[in-house]
């Protein structure tokens, strides 16, 4: 994402237009308040960061990226070194099939990955850059100003982008007498509470190293030493005196107690300590740093001064060789942590994640999302919906201007049920995409109540949008669709929500997304053992599940009539009409429903079909008053009889329907909600119908004035709302 002034209006584009297009900027950043006031809206991290093309590009396809900080490059060491470093850091990555990610700030631009002249701008400036860590993130950034990040910083924003491992020189610590001064770095704090993994030289031995460790295992971090043994490298030696709890002895070790690591959810990282090489090790250095150490105190450096001071002044006493042993344990460290991100991306890719390298068309990284609750994960679009319609019951054609009404709204299947969950008060997490338009500005002031952090915010592409004109007479003439954007919601994008899957109670999925995309959801299911729920969408688009094995993977299913024959053919291949065509009887309808539905419940658990205006038909493998199945290990259930109940449709009929355009969205969306609350079958399927016949009497997909309490348990069997078994 380039910044506002980078923006250039496209060749032929008005002032006017520029206005406007700076005006949903703006209100980009505002949401409503429910007094009818505009409040501020926390700027999406887009907003702050650039990702280079390079980096991104390997993020979406789940390759390996080794971030690195740039406080070496900008306060740790002297010019020239200091770019020579940098360059030789960068190129052993590249060595080691990783791609390289330095983090800094240029200009008041958080950028992840630079360009070779960027590095050497960096490294060779005369303007102010200043050390950048935490808690002046915002500050520096604000002020437009340059920034070398510290470990802390440059692990926040790693970890922001979906980058695992990070390899720096060594960490900070607790500083010599912290126990007095409670000089603390805030290295340590950080790696308490950012999942990433850390490859360094341990700590820096100018600081407490036994009160360092003391403070790590306090802050959960897990600690190891990269080799045969737990010593604990004191940075410029293999050995500080202490011990760390572990060792890993191989990159494809680590990798595998990074990924359980981050699959358990924990909020902390992990620190890889690797020893110095011995040829580097530079035994005497010890001895200098003390001296370094009391002359820093006698001449009064303090703060973030100290370090460098301590560094330069021990440069100085060892005649170079500490700068020297410097370099060579960064060049050992990028190697490994090359190796390491190697490692981490090959065991995804064959044990959990199973992602294609071709054919990338994600074009921004994603956060790899952890969620710590059971947040359901819908993936699916998200589209911005305009109607058209004319005053008069003919459309006039031929270049003529019709007076009449616009309106917009907003929609697409995955973000209405999302939608409609949201309001209800289950929260999904939506994995979708949008482009970087106005459209989309739209798109996010719309959805403050909901948790899009899954979304997509792709540049180079425009929001998906639907323009349906309709005559006066309510019937539509035709419509026009840019649906394009939904084709990039590919494998890569899902995948860096892996770890949110594995935790979901259940995964949903509409039939807008590509059919690579819903087979790698399906088989990402059934391996993590989390029930999937396939929204078919339209008659053309059902199909899309059904086209290989995958479709077996599923748990639920919610055609209605149309969609289920069409799915039967393409499962059983029989094409025969099974009723009259000449409208069937409500006797019939289910009869075929349930011939149609029995190929599909030797596997599924679960099938919805809708019958419009006569309700829905609920057909099971199981006895229609066990339990939904929901949660890790119920994606498959035992199948012991097949069963179909007949709901007819929510019994307050006597207002008129305004628009039905939501209503199966809403009674997916619903059915969900009681699930997952762990309601008895009757109940979720009453609410999944109540919220259907809600949106019915609304003008958009999903009412805005849905009230909870209305969807109770004990409303709902205050209603009198019959159902009836149908033989099966």
Known sequence: NETEAETKPACGTHGSSSKMLNMWRQLRHLKPCRHGAWLPCTRRFSDLIKVHPEVSKALAAGEPVVALESTVITHGMPHPHNIRTAQRVVQIIREHRATPATVAIINGKLRIGLTEDELQSLAETEDQVFKTSRRDLSTVISKGWSGGTTVAATMIAAHKVGISVFVTGGIGGVHRAGQSTLDISADLTELGRTPIAVVSAGVKSILDIGRTLEYLETQGVAVMTYGNTTDFPAFFTQKSGFHSPHNVTTPEEAAEVIDNHFSLGLDSGLLIAVPIPEQHAAQKVEDAIQRAVQQASEEGVRGDKVTPYILAKVDELTQGKSLAANIALMENNAAIGSQLAWALSHR???????????????????????????????????????????????????????????????????????????????????????????????????STHMDVSGVSQLEDQRTATYCAVLNGDGELVLGVGDMDIN??????????????????????????????????????????????????????????????????????????????????????????????????????????????????????????????????????????????????????????????????????????????????????????????????????????????????????????????????????????????????
């Open 348 to 446: 995804r890719r064959k044990h959990y994640h199973n992602l294609p390298t071709a054919n990338l068309q994600a074009k921004t990284p994603l956060t790899d999302v952890v969620i710590k609750s059971n947040k359901p994960v819908v993936v699916g679009a998200s589209v911005v919906d305009f109607v058209a319609k004319t005053k008069d019951p003919e459309v006039k054609l031929g270049g003529m201007t019709n007076p009449g009404t616009l309106t917009q709204s907003f929609g697409g299947v995955g973000r209405n049920i999302a939608d409609c969950m949201s309001r209800l008060g289950a929260m999904p997490l939506l994995v979708s995409a949008v482009g970087n338009d106005p459209h989309a500005a739209s798109f996010y002031i719309s």
């Open 487 to 728: 084709n990039q919601i590919s494998p890569n994008m899902v995948s860096k929500f892996a770890s949110a899957i594995e935790l979901a109670p259940f995964v949903c999925l509409d039939g807008n997304i590509p059919v690579e995309t819903i087979n790698y959801i399906l088989k990402l299911c059934h391996y993590l053992q989390v029930p999937a729920w396939y929204e078919p969408t339209c008659v053309l688009k059902s199909i899309k599940a059904f086209q290989s094995d995958a479709w077996k993977n599923l748990t639920y299913l919610s055609p209605n009539l149309a969609e289920l024959r069409n799915i039967y053919h393409m499962v059983t291949g029989h094409k025969e009409p099974l009723v009259p065509e000449a409208e069937p009887t409500l006797s019939q309808r289910l009869q075929e429903a349930v011939f149609l539905v029995r190929p599909l419940l030797e596997y599924l658990h679960c099938v919805v079909i809708t019958l419009s205006r006569d309700g829905v038909l609920v057909c099971r493998s199981t006895e229609h008053h066990t339990g939904f199945p929901v949660g890790k290990g119920n994606n498959t259930v035992k199948k012991t009889v097949l069963t179909a109940v007949h709901y007819p449709v929510f019994p307050k009929t006597e207002q008129q329907t305004v628009n039905v355009s939501g209503a199966g969205d809403c009674l997916s969306a619903g059915m969900m909600n009681g699930i997952l609350q762990g309601l008895p079958p009757d109940v979720c399927v009453k609410q999944g119908l109540l919220a259907a016949y809600n949106s019915t009497q609304t003008h958009s997909a999903v009412p805005t004035n849905i009230d909870c309490t209305d969807f109770s348990q004990e409303n709902i069997n205050k209603l009198h709302w019959p159902s009836y078994n149908i033989p099966i």
